[in-house]
């Protein structure tokens, strides 16, 4: 059975950083194409960063240079750095990797930025 859990969401003010990981189990993130979105009330979930199996690496342009995701192949956790965090960033942050052509989302994580 596979599961993706998110955590490190929270408060933070405008400026700040947060850095959120998800941690998987009954998959492995290596060599997968895996991704965060993230879904602000009334908008629809948008993608925001994503790395191919091979490990190339693609942001929404709202948060490049801001945000990096990274790939711990050891502890099998897919990472999202935020930096410099606004608050239209605020949003449920969800993790996302798919094998064998099956998607798997995580329960998300709340993330809020206050001005």
């Known amino acids: 059975q596979v599961q993706l859990v998110e955590s490190g969401g929270g408060l933070v003010q405008a400026g700040g950083s947060l850095r959120l990981s998800c941690a998987a189990s009954g998959i492995l993130f290596n060599g997968k194409p895996n991704a965060w979105y993230r879904q602000a009330p009334g908008k629809q979930r948008e993608l925001v960063a994503s790395?191919?199996?091979?490990?190339?690496?693609n942001y929404a342009d709202s948060v490049k240079g801001r945000f990096t995701i990274l790939r711990d192949t050891a502890k099998n956790t897919l990472r999202l750095q935020m930096n410099s965090l606004k608050p239209e960033d605020t949003a449920v942050y969800y993790c996302?990797?798919?094998?064998?052509?099956?998607?798997?989302w995580g329960q998300g994580t709340q993330v809020t930025v206050s001005s």
């Open positions: 790395v191919t199996s091979l490990g190339d690496t």
């Open positions: 996302y990797a798919r094998s064998d052509f099956t998607p798997y």
